[in-house]
């Protein structure tokens, strides 16, 4: 793409919806009088990243060495118009599509995974660590950090360590250390190894391991999604969908994304939800995770060893252990307190599709669109054609955000190709 | 209120009236102080203070005194009988309260509530954060002409980084002639000195008094209040 097309899509500032909110968010919380877990942030994430954690500033300002990474790691990413699909579900209305796959580690991941790493490389920091389920925050921080010449530890959920070596490999390309977790690297994951040795791992008990080696090493921590910072840095993607779509002459009606943590699910429609109370907001989560529905709006645990504060938001529970990961972003067990807050209010709905629903969707885009999508994107594309399947007759516009390409989590369709 | 024990809260309360201070805020504790921090929590925790208690000498003191005085009471505990509450800090002598929790969790009902309180001539003080949402801010504060009090940081006594100038922007323009008194985290006299920058009324001494309380040493209260009434007559 042209610079100057770029420049025209690309938004000079990420936007943060706390201050637009109807309604206050309520503060994370820290358990117990000894110490605050609040006030422990300062050691395990940036402080940029803590003061933006805490702003009520709408508008933050991109750095330049930020944009230009965004270039050229492929943003401003595609809007695209689904004519194929259209034509498949014979729908008169307009399906779009932003495709967050075309970025170069293959997901939104890398939106925050740049700023992230930038802020902690400014503040003199020499190593950054986190946890990964599916393999692409991991991938996503192991470039980030390569890019700004930090060293970097990835704790990789068991699982999916075992079940995509893939994975591993590429962000051992990019020069990260990746170890499974539980590990015997720290004390949280000793614990709960001793009790079970093959313990399957989870998003909650990665974050502790990873929490606790920054602590011990003074490294910082790199947050995948939840928190606010990190939904403000994914605004890029609806902020460069809200400019196509100016530019093609379009007003969504329908916005249709998937739900892990919430970070690519809240940047992509926040941006729309102070404008207009006319456009549906659908978020699209796993059947077997299924936060929204099942899980209460409550003060929860971000990790699963708490050393982390509490927040108010949707949650099944931070011991939640899924029992299969055929989308493993997908598997956390609470959701952005933001988002979550829009949804108990009714702002935004919520729909909840099961594995078979989403590999028939995967097939479904990639045959029309060429596109196969990330495990954790047919979620989003499954309730699309759920919708539009009771939307015949409408000229709704839907704009879907597809958050990831699958290339490496092709191991969902071996058993049931056809 | 009753922290560490009452002659102690009396003499801190002398200290402070020779001192200068002109509003005190006087916390009740709470079975669950939520959305504090450490430091003040242990306030809280198996403390047996109550709006029932009379504290005849506390409360004439600051009578005596002209001290303009403000319970500050979780919502979530008095919502049980709110009426008996705002008959009692009426009896009590309070000017007004304020409810840390309100706007967060029954945000709903609040403006009901805020009448009600008014009516009762009761002055509510509005409490606002960082994470108060620009809207609420105006039409809260429409609701009501006293001072505000507005909190710095995520819980009380704790410290993340804070653009001081960006907060000053801000409430000078949702805020404009309304008197702001700045709370949580405020530690000494750089912190004081930044507020009167923003053009702040007055700054709120919570954890850092707290911790004074606790050793009960009054000259260092004392000594607290001189510094800090040196950068702004709060
Ligand atoms: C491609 C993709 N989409 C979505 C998600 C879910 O995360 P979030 O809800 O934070 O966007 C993930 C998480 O790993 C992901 O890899």
């Known amino acids: ?418 | 209120m009753g922290y560490p024990d009452d002659s102690t809260v009396l003499a801190a309360l002398k200290t402070a009236i020779r001192n200068g201070v002109h509003k005190i805020e006087l916390g009740y504790p709470s079975p669950d102080p939520k959305y504090d921090g450490p430091g003040i929590k242990r306030t809280h925790l198996g403390n047996p203070a109550s709006i029932d208690s009379d504290y005849p000498e506390i409360f004439s003191e600051l009578r005596e005194h002209g001290i303009s005085y403000y319970a500050l009471l979780y919502y979530s505990d008095v919502c049980a009988d709110l009426d008996y509450s705002l008959r009692r800090l009426k009896e009590l002598g309070f000017k007004g309260l304020i409810l840390p929790d309100l706007l967060i969790d029954y945000f709903s009902e609040s403006k009901q509530i805020i009448t009600h309180i008014q009516g009762q001539s009761l002055e509510f003080v509005p409490f606002f954060t960082q994470a108060t949402p620009d809207a609420v801010i105006r039409e809260v504060s429409r609701k009501t002409r006293s001072w505000i009090y507005y909190g710095l940081q995520p819980s009380t006594g704790i410290i993340v980084p804070l653009d001081f100038k960006s907060v000053g922007r801000r409430v000078g323009e949702l805020l404009a002639g309304r008197n702001v008194v700045y709370g949580f985290g405020i530690r000494g006299t750089r912190d004081v000195e930044l507020l009167r920058n923003m053009g702040a009324y007055g700054a709120a001494v919570g954890s850092a008094f707290v911790e004074h309380l606790r050793s009960g040493d009054m000259g260092s209260i004392a000594e607290l209040l001189k510094e800090m009434g040196g950068a702004a007559s709060a």
């Open chain 1, 1 to 418: 793409m042209l610079k100057s097309q770029q420049d025209e899509i690309m938004p000079q500032n990420w936007y943060n919806i706390i201050p637009d909110l109807p309604e206050p968010l309520p503060p994370p919380r820290s358990e117990g009088s000894k110490n605050s877990s609040i006030e422990l942030l300062n050691r395990i994430i940036p402080g940029e990243l803590l003061r933006q954690e805490f702003t009520f500033n709408r508008y933050e300002r991109i750095p330049d060495e930020v944009r230009e990474k965004y270039q050229m790691i492929g943003r401003p990413t595609p809007l695209l118009r689904a004519v194929n699909l259209e034509k498949l579900l014979d729908y008169r209305g307009k399906i779009f599509y932003k495709y967050e796959g075309a970025t170069i580690t293959g997901s939104h991941k890398i939106n925050t995974a740049i700023p992230q790493a930038f802020y902690a490389r400014e503040e003199g920091i020499s190593e950054v660590v986190t946890e990964t389920g599916a393999g692409q925050w991991g991938t996503a921080t192991a470039l980030a950090s390569a890019l700004y010449g930090l060293k970097s530890k990835v704790f990789m959920v068991r699982v999916s360590y075992d079940q995509k070596p893939m994975r591993k490999a590429v962000m051992n390309v990019y020069g990260t250390e990746v170890i499974p977790s539980p590990s015997s690297e720290t004390d949280y994951g000793r614990s709960i190894l001793s009790q079970n040795a093959d313990h399957p791992g989870s998003l909650g008990i990665a974050i502790s391991e990873a929490v606790e080696y920054a602590l011990n090493t003074g490294s910082r921590y790199m947050l995948g999604s939840v928190m606010n910072s990190v939904i403000t840095h994914q605004s890029i993607i609806g902020l460069e969908t809200k400019k196509q779509l100016e530019i093609e002459g379009e007003q969504p009606d329908v916005m249709i994304g998937c739900v892990g943590g919430g970070s690519n699910f809240s940047g992509f429609v926040f941006p729309f939800v102070g404008n207009s109370n006319s456009i549906e907001m659908i978020a699209s989560t796993a059947a077997e995770v299924p936060k929204f529905r099942d899980g209460g709006y409550k003060y929860d645990f971000i990790d699963s060893a708490g050393i982390l504060p509490k927040l108010r938001m949707y949650s099944l529970g931070a011991g939640f252990v899924p029992d299969r990961i055929y989308a493993g972003g997908l598997r956390y067990h609470g959701a952005a307190p933001a988002l979550s807050l829009l949804v108990k209010r009714g702002t935004i709905a919520h729909d909840e599709v099961q594995e078979n629903e989403v590999i028939d969707a995967l097939k479904i885009f990639s045959r029309t669109q060429g596109i196969i999508a990330a495990p954790e994107s047919g979620h989003a594309i499954a309730s699309a054609l759920r919708y539009i399947k009771g939307e015949k007759n409408s000229r709704k516009t839907i704009v879907i955000n597809v958050s990831g390409h699958g290339l490496m989590d092709l191991g969902i369709f071996s058993k049931k190709v056809g």
